[in-house]
């Protein structure tokens, strides 16, 4: 994660039992929780952050 964080290393890989399920690219954002109030209407029918 330090490597990410810090843009060593920009590939993550999502591994399972060893075994490599996932690869991408992944920008780090200014923040994660900017997108939080999308994400609750997308599981609720308002938005819990009003």
């Not at 992944?26 to 999308?38: G, H, K, Q, R, Y």
């Amino acid at each position: 994660m330090e490597a990410i964080e810090t843009g060593a290393e920009t590939e993550v890989v999502i591994a399972r039992n060893g075994r490599s399920v996932a690869r991408g690219q992944f920008t780090l954002p200014d923040s994660i929780d900017a997108a939080n109030p999308l994400i609750a209407e997308l599981f609720w029918d308002t938005n819990p952050f009003l």
